[in-house]
């Protein structure tokens, strides 16, 4: 018999076509496996023990709120202490600023929701998260790409794209995914003047921001927004926030920071979408982070990606044929590998298989096409001898398909 | 400055508007106020020292794990006891049948975004759970409406919805949502051979299914489809359950049972909403049901919320006025009050609030009009006690309404 439901499926579906990454993933559970391709943190730095010791303290000091239906705008006590940690100089935010998600992955969709009809053009760095291109699919966006180097987008061409009338620009200033690149200072600048010029909300993605290992914290683009206005914050910036980096993914909590009129928007959606993050979380990570236990935790963290992307540069120097280039970043989880042009990473993943090593190929961050030479590698994930051991396979790798050529 | 996205929201939101239970919720707040507005389980019977011993087993024993990010199938140890608790005679389910979603809510969602097309109609029962119809006026569905009686859907009408070339029958065949009316067995039956005969799915809410306090337990939709065909589940029955109501609503667990290929679809769908849902919440519902705690524990539910249905149905009967009829549900958490024709059940609504008693008029789940004479229930989060205070209210409002008409 033929369901209905099939037809629309096959027309809507192609754009939500199952990630490169999801696919990858499957193959790297063999333990021979050595895997660069995952977005994965640590789990030797999760805080097991400290989360024992919160649930207990919740259920047991607030047991029937933390089990029972919640506010869909999330706990409030949570939202107010969110507000006041992000609020800083000008920028003054408070809880009707603050929505809690079902991880950032959430605040993409329910963005999409709110504000993408079929057509709908959102500007992008090229590449960029491949997350926010599955989420946007769904609502049938189109994507204005504007290219990124190792200062992160070219705001350059920035006004370009502005012109071309999109609903907002999408940027992931700190330690991008997938290159690793910081946006600077000026660039930021440059572009929260250009998006107010041009009466276009920015939506930032800050998934690794706590993450910086190296150099000195740059302002968020939220912060740069809100030096330009007095009073609470109305601007045209959209800050995404999680928790999945610092406490833990598995517990999907993530956070917007937006003007309350877009809140209530995005609430409205929400409702239908799944009631209400979960309460049971959500009183859990209030624990963790009310009394700097995560400020005190992400120094942990830092110290064992640092560590670890040491590891992997230093391996990347040693082995890597000469004509490869790759990023150096300062924090977060990922770098990027350019090889010579003409090079096909897709093929070379083949040849990796083989030698039982996975990265992902660069041209899943590219909406539009392109980056068919580029790879993502992660670093977080692995010790820094399993990296190192990865490294020399990959290497190898290379030099047979350089030679070939 | 005028944000651009201002113009689709004004758009699109007018189908998503905050719902009325929402915006009385706020207003239920005061503790002078009585509530039979909500939808809220009874907190004092949360699992909250085995949700506690349970969590705690989890993080010492899989703790890196269930922190970690997980596959967007769910956690699955899960999806394979609720498949094997769900197979029954004919019908065979494998882990491939089973999805495991962020409350049940989510899987409403779902659906909507992977089927309905705007205009696409859907088959829904008059009065339906508002929270459907929330979730998939986003997507601009149309609804054919087929009236219940205290039999539930009446299936004589059903063909003629058929006809009419709709996306799916939406029904909630266990104490729905609004009316605690339960759909009778005949009834089903003849639901699942007309929607196979016209090839249209059923999709089947079951929330409270398990919450039988009286009379005998009615095979599922699902079960009867099963039926009709041999090997592994392949018919046009999708079936959404729920740990909201048995385990805690504040962890937002649900599933959806269906055929594989739909779930492979709904599975690309979530992969852009939220990735998955929470590893950690997930495998703790799994330890409180593999060792049987749940299914002991919905022994106590039943008894408490039986009681409280006593309360309510006796309250009524002693202080209503006589021109009123009301559902006598056989489980749970809500019933349904039918005033005499004419009557304005949300102007009552506004002399209740001012006797501090509070409920939801009828009218909010009717997607084509109708029901203004009506109004839904709530009695499974107070005490009898207090029921009984909130009935003699309600009856003081009614008798002056009606003596001044």
């Known amino acids: 018999m033929e369901v209905q ?37 640590a789990p030797e730095v999760f805080p097991i023990e400290h989360v024992d010791i919160a649930t207990h303290k919740v259920l047991t000091e607030h047991g029937e709120q933390a089990l029972q239906y919640g506010a869909t705008e999330g706990y409030r006590p949570l939202r107010e202490l ?7 100089g000008k920028l003054q935010l408070t809880v009707d600023n603050v929505l809690i998600v079902s991880g950032s992955q959430q605040a993409l969709d329910l963005l999409g929701k709110i504000i ?17 291109l599955q ?23 920035l006004e370009e794209a502005l012109l071309q009338n999109p609903k907002y620009v999408y940027v992931l200033p700190n330690f991008q995914n997938p290159t690793g690149v910081t946006l600077t200072e000026e660039r930021r600048r440059v572009m929260v003047q250009q998006a107010r010029r041009y009466g276009v909300p920015i939506v930032e993605d800050d998934p690794y921001g706590e993450l910086r290992f190296e150099g000195e914290h740059l302002p968020s683009l939220l912060s740069l927004e809100g030096e330009l206005q007095q009073g609470s914050y109305q601007g045209n910036g959209i800050y995404l926030g999680t928790f999945s980096k610092t406490m833990a993914p598995g517990m999907r909590l993530g956070w917007v920071i937006a003007p309350s009129q877009v809140i209530g928007k995005l609430v409205q959606a929400k409702q239908g979408v799944d009631l209400h993050t979960a309460t049971f979380t959500q009183m859990i990570a209030y624990e963790l982070l009310k009394d700097g236990f995560l400020d005190e935790h992400v120094h942990l963290i830092r110290r064992v990606y640092q560590e670890r992307r040491d590891a992997m540069l230093a ?43 996975v990265f992902v190929p660069g041209e899943s961050f590219y909406p539009n096409g392109g980056g068919q030479n580029t790879m993502r590698l992660n670093y977080s994930h692995d010790e820094s001898e399993r990296i190192r051991e990865g490294i020399g396979r990959l290497a190898r790798v290379l030099r047979t398909s350089f030679v070939a050529r």
């Open 315 to 357: 391996a990347m120097e040693e082995y890597f044929p000469e004509e490869v280039k790759w990023t150096h970043p300062e924090g977060g989880m990922f770098l990027w590998v350019t090889l010579p042009e003409g090079s096909d990473a897709t093929e070379l993943l083949k040849q990796a298989l083989e030698r039982n090593v």
């Open 116 to 132: 993408i009809d079929p057509g709908d053009r959102i500007v992008v760095e090229a590449p960029t998260y491949m997350g926010a």
């Open 5 to 41: 439901w099939e037809k629309k499926f096959a027309q809507r579906m192609q754009k939500m076509k199952s990630s490169t990454i999801r696919e990858l993933l499957k193959v790297t559970e063999q333990p021979e496996m050595i895997s660069f391709a995952g977005g994965l943190p």
């Open 135 to 157: 989420a946007w699919n769904a609502y049938e966006a189109a994507y204005i790409t504007v290219a990124a180097d190792e200062q992160g987008m070219q705001t350059d061409y």
């Open 82 to 88: 969110l507000a006041q940690r992000l609020s800083h």
